[in-house]
């Protein structure tokens, strides 16, 4: 996510609670080990900022279901951003990708998919870390508005909304509401940052 939202985030309606992202995590982590056939070779690495605490989440999830610890990494896109130059680059936290990924199958987490220019950003940057057997996208919640030919692998949850609304993944749960500009302002940006 990058640059923060300008304006205050009304929140309309709690669409999951923290039971209910606990068993999305649950079933999502279920979902990766079944599609992999296992967790040999299987990184985790989170979006900065929103799909670093989901990543942590599932590697959590995994251990307890396979008795496997799946290294997890962070990866911050905003100098791999398509819209440079558009809009002001502000870099979330730093990267951690500590191993080459060469041979891996990467798991991208991330708490919100929405356009899909963020995941288009994390597929460059993570070139710069070795090439990956396969990558694969794992996300919370799918609020569709695609930009790009990109879907997730595994989702949380499915919410259609409307492009002005905004998504927010919290540990309480997920909630959908408006952005209101703050007093004086105009042209604030809408919806979950792409």
Do not use: C
């Not at 670093?52 to 590697?59: E, T």
């Not at 080459?100 to 998919?113: F, G, N, Q, R």
């Not at 995941?119 to 057997?133: F, K, M, Q, S, T």
């Amino acid at each position: 996510m990058a640059p923060p939202l300008r304006g205050s985030f009304v929140p309309r309606a709690r669409v999951m609670d923290a039971d209910d992202v606990r068993r999305a995590v649950w079933r999502m982590a279920h979902e990766i080990i079944e599609a992999e056939k296992g967790l040999d070779g299987v990184v985790l690495i989170g979006l900065q900022t929103g799909g670093v605490p989901l990543a942590n989440q599932l590697a959590e999830a995994l251990k307890k279901i396979e008795g496997t610890e799946v290294p997890v990494g962070t990866l911050d896109v905003a100098f791999y951003r398509d819209d440079i130059g558009l809009r002001p680059v502000v870099p979330e936290a730093p990267s951690h990708v500590p191993w080459d990924l060469t041979d891996k199958t990467v798991v991208l987490v991330d708490d919100v998919l929405y356009t899909g220019r963020t995941v288009r950003a994390a597929l460059n940057a993570l070139a710069d870390h070795g090439r990956a057997r396969a990558v694969r996208l794992a996300v919370m919640v799918d609020r569709g508005h695609r930009e790009l030919p990109i879907r997730p692998d595994v989702v949380g949850k499915n919410l259609p909304t409307g492009s002005a609304e905004v998504v927010d993944v919290g540990p309480d749960g997920v909630t959908i509401g408006d952005l209101v500009p703050p007093t004086g302002a105009g042209g604030a940006r809408h919806g979950h940052q792409p």
